[in-house]
């Protein structure tokens, strides 16, 4: 099965700056990565997600990468701003009904 | 639409009793999902459905019951509470099934177990 690594567990920024968070996975055959957000008492939400034939995916502020060969994907924030910190998650499929996700990453952003 | 709605979204339970969580969705989707997150271990996957009648085991299924009788609701169960299920309960609902799939959580419903 799948299996999925999340680092950093913590991070901190200052405003303006950039953020990147790594996870990396087990199964090759893997093909599809979301990322969701998980504001303080909220519910998680899709923020992003790649699918394996692209390398690179960007929304505003927000991309992600993929590097298939070594098996790991991340998630970049530039520009951060406050309304930013939050728990993030990555995940990778396992089986065909669900995701494995990482252990989250507590993103604060410093006014 | 209210999207995924959970309820309760605070119980405090004594070792051994029992209780019922209800998920309710209102945007007609097949698949439905129960996770529990605890601290520092991410989502895990405690049993899901693929449609009405349909249950399935994730990773995490013991000392949980689940019944999807109606397309919109599923329920899980706790038969006999114990500490270790003290958690942070979420479900979720998607239109498909598959890899490429968005997963739509409801609010969450923390559970203290004593």
């Known amino acids: 099965g799948e299996n999925v690594e999340q680092h950093p567990s913590t991070l901190s920024v200052q405003e303006g700056d950039s953020a990147v968070i790594k996870c990396t996975y087990s199964?090759?055959?893997?093909?599809?990565f979301p990322w969701y957000k998980q504001e303080l008492g909220k519910r998680p939400q899709l923020i992003i997600d790649?699918?394996?034939?692209?390398g690179e995916k960007k929304d505003q502020r927000i991309a992600v990468t993929l590097n298939k060969t070594a098996k790991h994907f991340s998630l970049h924030i530039t520009e951060t701003q406050p309304e930013d910190s939050a728990v993030y998650f990555c995940?990778?499929?396992?089986?065909?009904?669900?995701?494995?996700f990482g252990t989250g990453t507590r993103l604060t952003v410093i006014p | 639409n209210a999207g995924v709605t959970q309820t309760p979204k605070f119980r405090v339970l004594k070792t051994g009793q029992s209780m019922t969580l209800l998920c309710a969705q209102d945007?007609?989707?097949?698949?439905m999902y129960w996770y529990r997150q605890d601290p520092g271990m991410g989502l895990r996957l405690i049993h899901y459905?693929?449609?009405?009648?349909?249950?399935a085991k994730g990773e995490v299924p013991d000392g949980y019951n689940v019944s999807r009788l109606k397309k919109q609701n599923f329920l899980l169960g706790l038969e006999s509470a114990a500490p270790s299920q003290t958690s942070v309960y979420f479900c979720?609902?998607?239109?498909?099934?598959?890899?490429?799939?968005?997963?739509?959580f409801g609010e969450g419903s923390r559970l203290t177990v004593l």
């Open positions: 979720a609902s998607s239109l498909t099934g598959g890899y490429y799939r968005e997963l739509f």
């Open positions: 199964d090759s055959a893997s093909n599809y």
């Open positions: 790649i699918r394996s034939n692209v």
């Open positions: 995940a990778a499929p396992t089986g065909a009904n669900n995701l494995f």
């Open positions: 945007m007609n989707h097949e698949y």
């Open positions: 459905s693929v449609g009405e009648g349909t249950t």
